[in-house]
Structure formats: structure tokens, C-alpha cells
């Protein structure tokens, strides 16, 4: 069975430009989260998905970030414009409703210079 | 609102020998625990999991955890280290069924020979 699938794996862009990733989950898997990484620190809670609805974004920056999960399958983290402070690491991760598991996806390093 | 810590940011132990990351966690009802460990550059691997029943919880890789309630501590065991076992540990708290973790700072092991 495939696991979660980011890509891509690295990105390099100057600030203000927009950046997008992209998440594809455990097949089955309800529940979709993006998750962000700061260097030497745990992961913190961007976005939750239930199926296609977005069902805790209260730490996603709207102002610049934005995320969809069309169809309730993949999703896609935008930025726009990226800032310095945005350079981290950004990780998917799903899991079937009540199990408590998540699976995580390799991340996407964003460096912004 | 939950909270993990992870007082030890750096830990070395010598190859073969016992091993023990702390972790305290705040939360105000039963709490869901995990550990996960992430490897330079990958992402977060579940270790093991507590959600009810017996305190003392097995893991995979031959790790081990054990809840105490009255220290608000899960603690993570292994009774002999490896090598391979240098990588990043992070403790998380869960509430929605496990859902939603919040995760410590992460402690990062580093073994030698």
C-alpha cells in the first residue's frame, strides 16, 4: 500500500514569489492534515481536512496561505506571496476517522532566500 | 488548551546501552499519547500509541512507553540502543479520538559507538 505522497520534496523560490505543494493520501483516509515544521522544533497544526471540508484552519495565515482538498482526495497547499519566515518544512499527513494514527508524508522543504 | 514538553532537546547514549526520552504533557481530560520518530530528512514514523487499558504500551523497534497519570508523563524506553536508532523523537498529545495531536519539541538522539 502506497503511503502519503508529497511533492515536491524541495523547494528553493525568492521571496514574494508563489509557491504551491501537493499532498496525496493513504487511499481511504478521511482525515487529511498539513502540518508545519520549523527547523529543530515539532510539527504544528496548519489545516485539517474531513473529507473535502475544512474543519480546523484556525492556525493557517489566510492572509497568504491557502489550502483545498477538492473531491475529498489530494490537496494543495498554496503560499502567496512567500516571506522569509516561511522557509520550514511542510508535511501531509492522513488518517481513517477514530484511529487516532496519523501517516505522514516525507515533507516539503521550502527554503525562501 | 494541551501542551507536550520535551525538557531534553539533545541526548547521546553509547551503543548498547539504555535509553529514556521524557515527555510531560497538560490536558485536562484522558489523554491520547504517542511517540513518533522521524529520521533526517523523512517524515514522522509512529513508535506506539496509548489510548486506554494497560500503562506500560509496546512499540515497534523494541521501544517502550509507559503512562503515568499521577506524573502526567509518558516516557519512552528502550532497553538497548542501536545505531540506527539516532534520529528525532517527538511526543504528541491527541483529544478528538486521537485526531488532532499536538506535538513537543522533539528530542534528538544521537548514539555512539
Known amino acids: 500500500e502506497a503511503g502519503v505522497v508529497q511533492s515536491p520534496r524541495y523547494k528553493i523560490i525568492e521571496k514574494k514569489q508563489p509557491v504551491a505543494f501537493w499532498c496525496n493520501p493513504i487511499s481511504g483516509h478521511n482525515t487529511l492534515y498539513w502540518y508545519l515544521q520549523n527547523l529543530g522544533q515539532g510539527p504544528e497544526l496548519l489545516i485539517r481536512y474531513e473529507n473535502e471540508e475544512a474543519v480546523d484552519d484556525s492556525q493557517l495565515p489566510k492572509d497568504r496561505f491557502s489550502a483545498e482538498r477538492l473531491k475529498g482526495v489530494d490537496s494543495t497547499l498554496k503560499i502567496q506571496p512567500a516571506e522569509l519566515g516561511d522557509s520550514a518544512v511542510y508535511l501531509c499527513?492522513?488518517?481513517?476517522?477514530?484511529?487516532?494514527?496519523?501517516?505522514f508524508g516525507e515533507g516539503s522543504r521550502l527554503t525562501v532566500l | 488548551a494541551q501542551s507536550v514538553t520535551q525538557p531534553d532537546i539533545h541526548i547521546t547514549v553509547s551503543e548498547g546501552a539504555s535509553l529514556e526520552l521524557r515527555c510531560n504533557y497538560s490536558?485536562?481530560?484522558?489523554?491520547?499519547l504517542f511517540w513518533y520518530v522521524q529520521s533526517p530528512g523523512q517524515g514522522l514514523q509512529l513508535l506506539l500509541k496509548y489510548f486506554s487499558g494497560d500503562t506500560l504500551v509496546q512499540g515497534i523497534k523494541g521501544f517502550e512507553a509507559e503512562f503515568k497519570r499521577s506524573q502526567s508523563s509518558f516516557n519512552l524506553r528502550k532497553p538497548s540502543v542501536h545505531w540506527s536508532d539516532a534520529a528525532e523523537y517527538f511526543c504528541?498529545?491527541?483529544?478528538?479520538?486521537?485526531?488532532?495531536?499536538?506535538f513537543g519539541g522533539g528530542t534528538r538522539l544521537m548514539v555512539k559507538p
Open positions: 504528541a498529545v491527541g483529544h478528538n479520538a486521537g485526531n488532532m495531536l499536538t
Open positions: 499527513a492522513s488518517s481513517l476517522r477514530r484511529t487516532g494514527e496519523l501517516f
Open positions: 490536558y485536562g481530560a484522558t489523554p491520547y
